[in-house]
């Protein structure tokens, strides 16, 4: 149990800034559509049909703007962020209306808040490397979680109270009181996001470790292939009229346009049922007749795909309402308490046994002044 102590103490020091640095973008990301709704008043009317209507022409002006620089991804308008959202090949992103495909803003990661909190929650400004580190990090938590409960249940699991959690002093006794407190409350939680934070980053090893065990079958990718042509394309409407054929009780939310390889443009739709808030399902469409040459319905998929499937929609509170946001604030702000509230205890501890260090010292030369006058007497 002390080695237990000991490993538990000194992991939670060297990961406390990852920890308070991912633990506090992951809850301020949860505002992040209000933000944008407050920053960019357009991005708050309703989808009207008429803007529907009209996405044809709006991606044909989206693709002749950006032409030189390259659309690498593109969000279509959507409730509560009524705007085609772009991803450019040049890392910059910009936001289009759909009424008229006026320009509303373009930025890169750097020069808006809710970018660079993001960069900052998924890939610690430094991906891939950060991206890596944040997913190890994600696991050590998992670890904390689970070894702090070990280490509180022998002897301070009588005397808890759910009121030590917020702490009446600073001294390291109460804060220790605190730290042991916050961390049964909210172990649930923590252990929840710091899992599936982890899956996400480690996603292909964790779906090569799940999906055997619950799929009957090879999972549906979307992989088909269209040869480029030297060959006009067929117009944008006769395009989405055939997405809108393909599974039409879905929704299209992502548009990945072809590149010199492959020419087939891709879409993700999000089927009724589906947690993804961006859909797993695909609809693949040859741009030179307009026709589907492949559609997978995630729905349809196997038990372990569909489980990965719901790391993320579980990960960023996107299922379960009111009470996932809550529960997802309610782990952000335990874990930053935990990470920095540990550091402080430890910090304190050093600092007390420091001055009685230093007490010590003064008391030794003072014991032998005494001693030499008896002495001398």
């Known amino acids: 149990m002390r080695l237990l102590r000991v490993v538990h103490r000194w992991l939670g020091l060297l990961l406390a800034l990852v920890v308070v640095v991912v633990a506090s973008t992951g809850g301020l990301l949860l505002l992040r559509d209000p933000y944008y709704r407050l920053a960019y008043r357009a991005l708050a009317r309703p989808v009207t049909p008429d803007e529907t209507a009209r ?3 709006v991606l044909g002006i989206i693709e002749s703007r950006w032409q030189g ?12 962020v009524n705007a085609f959202h772009l991803w450019l090949a040049d890392g910059r992103e910009a936001f289009v209306d759909p009424r008229d495909a006026s320009f509303i803003d373009e930025w ?8 660079f909190v993001f960069e900052l929650h998924a890939h610690l400004l430094a991906e891939p490397n950060g991206t890596f580190v944040n997913g190890i990090a994600a696991l050590f938590v998992v670890f904390m979680g689970l070894t702090g ?3 509180w249940w022998p002897g301070r699991r009588r005397a808890w109270r759910l009121r030590g959690a917020v702490p009446r002093q600073t001294t390291p006794a109460a804060l220790l009181r605190s730290h042991a407190a916050t961390g049964v409350i909210a172990l649930v939680p923590v252990l929840l996001f710091a899992a599936t934070g982890a899956a996400i980053v480690f996603y292909d090893e964790t779906a090569r470790l799940i999906t055997p065990l619950l799929d009957a079958r ?3 990718v979307p992989d088909a292939h269209v040869p480029p042509m030297d060959a006009p ?6 395009i989405l009229d055939a997405l809108g054929r393909t599974f039409p009780d879905g929704e299209a939310v992502f548009y990945y346009p072809g590149n010199p ?3 087939r443009l891709m879409f993700r739709k999000r089927l009724p049922g589906e947690w993804h808030p961006n859909g797993r399902s695909y609809v693949l469409i040859d741009p030179y007749t307009a026709s589907v040459v492949q559609a997978i319905d ?11 499937h719901a790391v993320y929609p579980v990960h960023a509170a996107r299922v379960g309402g009111t009470w996932m946001t809550v529960l997802a604030a309610v782990a952000a702000v335990a874990l930053a308490w935990l990470a920095a509230g540990g550091v402080w205890v430890w910090a304190g501890r050093r600092a007390r046994q420091a001055a009685r260090r230093d007490t010590c010292a003064a008391a030794v030369p003072l014991q032998e002044l005494k001693t030499r006058r008896h002495a001398e007497l």
């Open 261 to 263: 390889q492959n020419a």
């Open 149 to 151: 409960v070990v280490l």
């Open 298 to 308: 995630a729905r349809a998929q196997g038990a372990g795909t569909r489980l990965m």
């Open 218 to 220: 090879p999972a549906q």
């Open 69 to 80: 620089r390259g659309v690498r991804l593109v969000k279509f308008p959507r409730e509560g």
């Open 55 to 57: 996405r044809a022409e």
């Open 108 to 115: 890169h990661w750097s020069e808006r808040l809710p970018a």
């Open 233 to 238: 394309r067929r117009p944008w409407s006769e």
